[in-house]
């Protein structure tokens, strides 16, 4: 019997696992991982390792299952972290690969060496290791697995030595069940729900990991039960409540005092999958109104420990809403009707709408699209400076059909797209991918273009140029910084960028044009890329 080598015992259990492709950019140090590439795995290139991250953690969220990426040592790392930072905050179970020098040649340092390799990815991995043994690999890879699965999902990192891969096996590697889920403290949860059968006027703040759970049914089942105003929390990376509901107001704004002055009124809320809360920029104001007893649940300890404010509740939160729906009491409708949000989701109104003239507004590209596109369409989103205009024109009213960054770092959902609609493909589904990206925010991976090319994906890129980095401004006025270089875009030329990837790129003006060119788009083989001037404006961000 051939001797089997830690490359084939690590290779089989990733097929027992079902993984069985990988996600990268080669490089020198990870080529006796891939040499003699197995024939039943499928290779994602990407000319990048941050688009090769953003492109596994869209499949991996699309698919509900972890996804391998393979960078290149400490260098490909280092590309990787915009997007390991996002994986990490949009809870996203990934397996992160690297390899290393020779185990002969690590005291030495030599060139390309990742020298501190199980520091060099934090604080934004859940586990991260090189292996003492090379006959440690395979375990390595069943543990990160397992890592990566249990709540909180997230990204882990595994650093393999180049010369490890050849050298012989023990034995196979042990495959085990993982549990996901952590259900609710009984007695607890029961106290969350007698508040929340009390409450004189109550608020449900759902979160992304309600949209994670696929468990709309369930979110709305609870709210029509205690017939509670549903707010989004800030900054959700993924809708948690259709858009459409009676019930739904909008998201919360992302800032300490507005958001304190929108529940105002309100003596008990209830944050169910988001954390408590997130902001960004630093508006002064209480936490909480005066008043309001305020509940959380999360699956994550961290989230619940650092919550200034709220009684927590460790749980799975379609679990906890399952549970709560079965234990509280049914609530008449209030007669205190809560103004909805037109702006839905965003968490900033749009800009005052610009005068009409011969260039299309954001608002009018969006509704355009939106009037265009299937009503099935899969949108993702990465134009901070138009997100009030967004949501105005498009309510989210299915499931798994919106996705967006919950970190903020520019350049992840353009390869997510590239993920996004790899997992269409392969869950058979087909259901279009749009994606709408500001002609600022698409420099900073639009080598994913070339990825999308590459296996023929039907996604529409839709950008709206403004010429400007349009949400810096509106950050300028908020900080009271006039003057800042850098922040208008004159020069680029997104379609001829766009077909040196090889992709079909058109710049059109009218919505008649943007209305044929989507249809056509969507009938094409590979990607296209729509570039659109729009007239430029400062949002609010607040």
């Known amino acids: 019997m051939t ?35 197995p024939e039943d795995f499928t290779y994602i290139q990407t000319l990048q390792e941050a688009s090769a991250v953003g492109a596994a953690d869209g499949y991996a969220q699309a698919t509900r299952r972890p996804a391998l990426v393979n960078v290149h040592t400490a260098a490909g790392l280092s590309n990787a972290m915009s997007n390991i ?89 042990v495959v085990r069940s993982v ?35 696929r468990a709309w049914q369930q979110a709305i089942a609870l709210a029509e039960k205690l017939n509670a105003d549903v707010y989004a929390a800030p900054a959700s990376e993924r809708p948690p409540f259709p858009e459409t509901h009676p019930l739904y107001v909008g998201g919360l704004p992302f800032a300490k005092g507005p958001l304190s002055k929108k529940l105002e009124g309100y003596d008990v809320a209830i944050v169910i999958g988001a954390p408590v809360f997130r902001y960004y920029p630093y508006v002064a104001g209480e936490y909480l109104p005066e008043g309001l007893h305020l509940l959380h649940i999360t699956d994550d300890p961290a989230e619940a420990a650092r919550a200034p404010v709220g009684d927590s509740l460790l749980s799975d939160a379609v679990l906890a809403v399952e549970e709560l729906t079965r234990l509280v009491k049914s609530r008449p409708a209030s007669s205190d009707s809560v103004a909805k949000q037109a702006h839905r989701l965003a968490p900033h109104p749009a800009a005052p709408a610009p005068q009409a003239g011969s260039v299309l507004s954001a ?18 989103e990465e134009s901070p400076s138009n997100l009030g205009e967004l949501h105005t024109a498009w309510p989210i009213d299915r499931e798994d059909s ?16 590239v993920g996004l609609a790899l997992a269409e493909r392969e869950l058979g589904t087909n259901r279009p991918v749009l994606a709408i990206i500001g002609d600022g925010s ?6 994913g273009l070339w990825t999308a090319a590459q296996h023929n994906l039907p996604i529409l890129f839709v950008v709206p140029r403004n010429g400007e980095y349009a949400i810096l401004k509106s950050f300028a006025l908020l900080e009271e910084t006039p003057g800042v270089p850098g922040l208008d875009l004159p020069g680029l030329d997104i379609v001829s960028l766009a077909k040196g990837y090889g992709v079909t790129a058109f710049r059109l003006e009218t919505e008649e044009e943007i209305s044929k060119a989507v249809a056509e788009a969507f009938a094409r083989s ?17």
């Open 363 to 380: 608002l009018q590209l969006f509704e355009t699209l939106r009037a265009a596109a299937p009503a099935d369409t899969v949108l993702v």
């Open 179 to 213: 549990a996901t889920r952590i259900g609710p403290d009984p007695a607890r949860i029961a106290e969350f729900a007698d508040a929340l059968s009390g409450a004189k006027k109550l608020a449900l703040i759902y979160g992304s990991s309600i949209a994670r759970g």
């Open 402 to 417: 919106f996705y967006t960054f919950a970190s903020g770092s520019l350049g992840w959902n353009l390869p997510a797209a």
């Open 526 to 542: 590979g990607p296209t890329v729509l570039e659109v001037p729009v007239v430029p404006t400062i949002p609010p961000l607040l």
């Open 85 to 173: 930072l996002t994986a990490s905050m949009n809870k996203t179970p990934l397996i992160i690969t690297a390899g290393n020098q020779t185990r002969e040649m690590l005291l030495l340092e030599p060139w390309l060496t990742n020298v501190q390799p199980s520091r060099l990815p934090e604080p934004w991995v859940k586990w991260a290791y090189e292996p003492v043994r090379a006959e440690d690999v395979p375990a390595a890879f069943a543990r990160a697995y397992a890592a990566a699965l249990q709540p909180p999902a997230g990204p882990v990192f595994l650093s393999i030595p180049l010369d490890d891969w050849d050298k012989p096996a023990t034995g196979p590697a």
């Open 3 to 37: 001797e089997k080598t830690i490359r084939d015992v690590t290779f089989q259990l990733l097929r027992d696992l079902g993984i069985t492709k990988i996600f990268g950019n080669p490089g020198s140090t990870e080529e006796t991982f891939l040499k003699n590439f």
């Open 442 to 447: 698409l420099q900073y991976s639009i080598q």
